[in-house]
Every structure is written in structure tokens, then in C-alpha cells.
């Protein structure tokens, strides 16, 4: 499966009050912080940041800035031997909430095995 990047026409297209210019400004800003990693955030991922904080430049820079702060502060994203086991997890079972919840409240979710080798089931790392 392949997964390729839509063109930015579109998005700027759509009725979301999103200018390339602001993009641009914010890609300019993002250059010049030595700590974050520009060359791996795309436009689209910039453009996104900039919707979900209701196109606000400011906002968005806080808020890139603080993800990808935290993902240094967190041995989750650096353990190469936990991101293998979630990985491998992650290719074995299919996890995720139902929408609708039961008449108690609770929200159940769907799984299913989709690799039924056992070697590679491991139950905690599926829980994770």
C-alpha cells in the first residue's frame, strides 16, 4: 500500500481561509529553529498545525514546537526496541473505539488478529 501526498492547490483551494503566505512565514520560522526537525515537516503537516489552531500563527508555532519538544523528553520515540514491539503490534492486531457507546457509557472497541503467527502476538505490547 502506498500513501502519496495530496497536492497543496487543494488544500489552499478549500474554503479555510489558509494562504500560502502564512505557510511560508511559519516554514521561515520553522527554519530557524535549531532544535526542531524542518527538513521532516512537510507543508502539509504545517497546513494541518494551522487549521487544528484555528489559523492562528502563533498558536501553531506553540504547538509544533511543544510536539516535537516532547517527543525528545520521552524514551517512547527513542527506544528503537519498544517502537519494534509496537510496530510489530501493530501489524498483528487491528485496534480501534467504536463510536457509539453502550447504554453504561462505556465505548467499546474492535479488534481483530490480523497476523495469527504467535510468535509474534504479545499481548502487552498490543495493550501499549
Not at 101 to 116: F, S, V
Request: proline share 4%; charged share 25%; hydrophobic share 40%.
Amino acid at each position: 500500500m502506498t500513501v502519496s501526498q495530496i497536492a497543496m492547490e487543494i488544500e489552499y483551494n478549500k474554503e479555510t481561509n489558509i494562504k500560502p503566505e502564512v505557510i511560508l512565514r511559519l516554514r521561515e520560522w520553522l527554519q530557524k529553529q535549531a532544535h526542531m526537525p524542518h527538513d521532516h515537516i512537510t507543508e502539509l503537516d504545517i497546513i494541518l498545525a494551522y487549521h487544528c489552531c484555528d489559523c492562528d500563527a502563533e498558536i501553531t508555532k506553540r504547538v509544533i514546537d511543544l510536539n516535537f519538544t516532547a517527543r525528545t523528553l520521552f524514551s517512547f520515540y527513542q527506544n528503537r526496541e519498544i517502537n519494534y514491539s509496537l510496530e510489530t503490534a501493530l501489524h498483528t492486531w487491528l485496534v480501534t473505539p467504536l463510536d457509539a457507546a453502550t447504554n453504561k457509557g462505556y465505548r467499546p472497541i474492535y479488534c481483530q488478529l490480523l497476523d495469527a503467527n504467535p510468535d509474534k502476538f504479545v499481548y502487552g505490547d498490543v495493550v501499549k
